[in-house]
């Protein structure tokens, strides 16, 4: 539409428009709107109900239908606090998140640089070194389960050809966690090489030859230009690693069912044990709160303090 | 100062075809060389090969005397200039200078004279704190050229380092690296796919395609007496104007299509064997026939008016050819013009091997001024 403006009509031209376009003023809106719809209704009944029903929950004592009951305001939080099982779950967490998450990110780290090398064939390698993306936490579980096995497992049999004793992986307490643990980084491994290997790939190839004619070390490289031009990738990698090893529940469930000893219960596993075993929705409801203030704490430090040596080109 | 050797050098990917075959050439000290090109021609991987960065097939490499074909890209001192500039985007300007020398663990203080000797040489010291991206193309031409200085190595190698900049900004800075490259006696092998920079920088001109070394020579020898009609093609702008023609030896002319026939002398008749040849001519040695006897009616298609040259477009055998007139002309589409070929200006080519049979008397045409004060 074109407005001409005249001397006469100048002082109301401003008004019509006004008039006209309150609709088409909003229209960008609401068809943005439009377009969120299906992931707004998604998100909504998949993750904002259930965590504030969760919020709710965490106030309240629940029948075994998991309805409120009694309403107890902080007690199920004072209960958490001075519950020792409780103390053994957070401590078993933090050290499986301790255990997995650097070891994870230098294995894959490590394979992602030795498949990055243009080699005939390397495809192959990198089809391996991924596979375990491709594996259910099932079908992992049940893999370790048969390596870990006392006397028929392949890993104590190994270890018996160099005349070391048979561990007993999955029921000495001090082992378990470390079981779980291995399990974990395997698993972890394939994505992780995945993501650091497309990293390692969008790195210039000439900064590397121009660090080689002037003499630079693989050390030296690996220093300067690598892990600075990887890091953002490494940020990311590192933030969706240590947020799933706080989130484990898979192989505790299939390998050890949080024990032995409780040494294994890892704090997902403890709300579940919690909430569909004892029937006790509050506070399975307020250790999920923790854990969520937990992983959110983590993360904003990892943001505070990480990503000041991110580099984004 | 360092001489550069290459052997009878080869390079194949597949064991069975070579991209580059058989190249033979010794670059001298102090010498500017460029390797020039159509691209995929293997002249990049040439330079790649004498920088180590590229293992040799076949032959053999030596630098400042020494056989360097299995030495590693920092033992060869060589420094490159990337075509990308290949500068560590996380680190500053004086940090991107000083990468190599603090690898080699040059001590700071050496370290920080040398990066404003050569900052300021280039107008780089305002800079020296900001990142790659935040510089122009311009700049960050400067700062990869700053870091191959700063090295001090004695052979300088550059793969197409001006082939991002504007046009303007290029024709400033092949002088200026010329003007580098003099001041500090670098031996350069400097590739480009751009006759302009070969002519205007090079002391000599190698001209690959194919893998294969079609000429090496200096500019105007490379332009008055190209060895090929690859050659000739190649280099100059507007290219050399070829034709299929044929040469007729009881009449001893040169007839291309039916009407247009040039007289050979007797004295040349001998040299071209062939009866199916190629005739080149130069843009800028086609003129406007003013009552001679023999000429060719042309119908003008475009016309280029370039102020102090004008570049006018004409079609002859369904090939547009072009010539270049000094001074301006007043010229349209459509006109129809008389010009005349004169057998002195013509280059003849082999049409089977390209293989050039009689270049074009540059001495008739060009004299090659000299200033004498």
Redo the contacts between chains.
């Keep these: 539409m074109k407005v001409v403006v005249d001397e006469e009509h100048k002082g109301q031209i401003p008004a019509t428009i006004n008039k006209l376009s309150f609709l088409s003023r909003t229209l960008n809106n609401r068809t943005a709107l439009l377009y969120l719809l299906p992931s707004i209704v998604l998100f909504s009944v998949f993750v904002f109900y259930p965590m504030f029903k969760t919020v709710y929950l965490s106030f309240f004592l629940t029948d075994l239908q998991g309805r409120p009951a009694e309403f107890v305001g902080l007690e199920n939080f004072q209960y958490l606090i001075q519950s020792e099982s409780f103390h053994k779950s957070i401590k078993a967490t933090l050290l499986f998140v301790l255990y997995t998450v650097p070891i994870s990110i230098v294995t894959a780290l490590f394979l992602a640089i030795i498949a990055n090398e243009k080699l005939k064939g390397i495809g192959v390698f990198r089809t391996l070194f991924s596979s375990t993306m491709g594996m259910s936490v099932a079908a992992s579980s049940v893999i370790w389960l048969f390596l870990f096995h006392p006397s028929i497992g392949a890993i104590n049999r190994l270890l018996s050809i160099f005349n070391i004793q048979a561990i007993e992986w999955l029921v000495d307490p001090s082992w378990a966690l470390i079981s779980i643990s291995i399990t974990t980084i395997w698993m972890n491994t394939g994505f992780t090489f995945l993501i650091l290997l497309g990293g390692l790939q969008n790195i ?1 190839e ?2 590397y ?9 693989f050390w ?1 490289k690996m220093r ?2 690598t892990i ?2 990887l890091s953002p990738t490494l940020f990311f990698i590192i933030t969706i690693t240590l947020i799933n090893a706080f989130q484990t529940f898979g192989q505790v469930d299939i390998l050890t069912k949080g024990g032995p000893a409780e040494s294994t219960n890892l704090i997902v596993y403890s709300i579940y044990r919690e909430a569909f075993i004892n029937y006790q929705f509050g506070t399975a409801s307020a250790q999920a709160i923790v854990l969520f203030f937990f992983i959110l704490i983590v993360t904003i430090l990892q943001f505070k303090f990480g990503e000041k040596r991110v ?1 984004y ?1 | 100062m360092k001489k550069v050797e290459l052997v009878q050098i080869s390079k194949s990917y597949n064991h069975h075809t070579n991209v580059l075959e058989n190249i033979n050439v010794s670059i001298e000290p102090g010498e500017f060389f460029v390797l020039v090109g159509p691209s995929g021609c293997g002249k990049s991987t040439l330079l790649r090969m004498i920088a180590g960065l590229e293992d040799i097939s076949q032959g053999k490499l030596f630098i400042g005397g020494h056989h360097a074909n299995l030495l590693r890209p920092s033992q060869r001192g060589i420094s490159f200039v990337f075509q990308n500039y290949a500068l560590y985007p996380h680190l500053t300007v004086a940090e991107n200078i000083v990468f190599g020398l603090q690898a080699q663990k040059v001590p700071k203080n050496e370290r920080n004279k040398r990066c404003i000797e050569v900052a300021d040489m280039l107008g780089l010291i305002p800079f020296l704190k900001r990142k790659p991206r935040e510089l122009s193309g311009g700049q960050r031409q400067r700062v990869a050229l700053a870091r191959s200085i700063v090295s001090q190595a004695p052979i300088c190698l550059m793969d197409e380092p001006l082939s991002n900049l504007d046009a303007k900004l290029r024709s400033h800075m092949r002088s200026e690296i010329k003007q580098i490259q003099r001041r500090l006696g670098l031996t350069m092998i400097y590739v480009t796919h751009d006759q302009v920079e070969a002519m205007t920088m090079g002391d000599r001109i190698m001209v690959l395609n194919e893998g294969k070394i079609q000429q090496i020579g200096d500019p105007l020898q490379i332009y008055n007496h190209p060895a090929n009609a690859f050659v000739a093609q190649f280099i100059g702008s507007p290219p050399m104007n070829l034709i299929p023609a044929t040469f007729n030896k009881q009449k001893q002319t040169i007839q291309i299509e039916y009407h247009h026939e040039i007289l050979v002398p007797l004295h040349d008749v001998r040299n071209i064997s062939n009866e199916d040849i190629i005739v080149g001519i130069r843009p800028e040695d086609i003129h406007l026939a003013r009552n001679e006897p023999i000429h060719f009616q042309i119908e003008v298609v475009n016309v280029e008016v370039l102020g102090t040259e004008t570049i006018i477009s004409f079609k002859i055998k369904d090939q547009q050819w072009s010539m270049k007139w000094n001074g301006q002309w007043r010229i349209a589409i459509g006109d129809r013009i008389p010009i005349s070929l004169d057998y002195q200006v013509l280059s003849i080519f082999d049409s089977k091997t390209g293989t050039a049979l009689k270049n074009a008397k540059a001495d008739t045409h060009y004299k090659i001024n000299e200033v004498n004060l």
């Design positions: 210039d000439n900064l030859e121009s660090a080689s004619i002037d003499g630079a070390s030296y300067r230009i600075p031009m580099f080109q």
